[in-house]
């Protein structure tokens, strides 16, 4: 079946603009996450659904950076006023259940200029 | 705070040759993942350990957990061109759903 997907693959914004990331989850997946990887390292953990709503926001760096699910499917991570440190791969993952394996979108790579 | 640990961070192999991969945690994690990631690419998911002594295999592929060590490996037996990729150990905190990361082992195989 599907995967997660994530669009857009790759934005190119400058530094102030604001930008909107999409993730599909695959479907039935109830829980949903968003992780932020820079080059060379790990994800790091940013946001975790679970249906409809945020059950762990406390990876979001700062109020800058939203996400939502408003149907307990599709996630848009926002992150306004973008800064330079904002570049990094953008990673969604869904998994069945929340304690269950994560599978991976391709990622966002964000570029802030 | 549980914290993750690869090493070596970079390996570069010959083709036929063995080797292994070590993952270290600091605290109780209640599971053990293993993902390959291809340059460009996403996060593939390859292994996960639930409890101590547990070992699974794939082609090539083998990862083992010692949850008494905080210790999970990964081993490559006769390693191919195409398992070249960057491998990554993530542990989960007991009753989380965070998946707490190594940095990731990139592994280059050459012919």
């Known amino acids: 079946g599907a995967g997660v997907s994530q669009t857009p693959s790759n934005k190119v914004t400058e530094k102030g603009k604001y930008v909107e990331l999409r993730c599909d989850p695959i479907?039935?997946?109830?829980?949903l996450y968003w992780y932020r990887q820079s080059l060379g390292q790990g994800p790091e953990f940013l946001i975790y659904?679970?249906?409809?709503?945020?059950?762990?926001d406390s990876g979001l760096p700062n109020d800058r950076f939203f996400a939502v699910r408003p149907e307990g499917s599709v996630s848009t991570l926002k992150i306004q006023r973008t800064e330079r440190g904002d570049s990094a791969v953008y990673l969604c993952?869904?998994?069945?259940?929340?304690?269950?394996?994560?599978?991976f979108g391709p990622g966002t790579r964000l570029l802030v200029l | 705070e549980l914290k993750v640990e690869q090493n070596p961070l970079f390996l570069s192999m010959q083709e036929g040759k063995n080797y292994t991969i070590y993952c270290n945690y600091s605290?109780?994690?209640?599971?053990l993942y293993w993902y390959r990631q291809d340059p460009g690419k996403s996060l593939e998911s390859l292994f996960v350990?639930?409890?101590n002594g547990a070992v699974k295999q794939e082609g090539r592929l083998m990862a083992s957990l010692d949850t008494k060590a905080r210790l999970s490996t990964l081993h490559i037996t006769a390693a191919v061109h195409d398992l070249s990729a960057t491998y990554f150990c993530?542990?989960?905190?007991?009753?989380?759903?965070?998946?707490?990361w190594g940095a990731g082992t990139k592994l280059i195989i050459k012919p």
């Open positions: 993530a542990g989960r905190r007991d009753s989380n759903y965070q998946l707490i």
């Open positions: 605290t109780t994690s209640d599971r």
């Open positions: 350990l639930l409890s």
């Open positions: 479907s039935g997946h109830t829980a």
């Open positions: 659904f679970q249906g409809t709503g945020a059950a762990d």
């Open positions: 993952a869904s998994s069945r259940f929340s304690r269950e394996t994560q599978y």
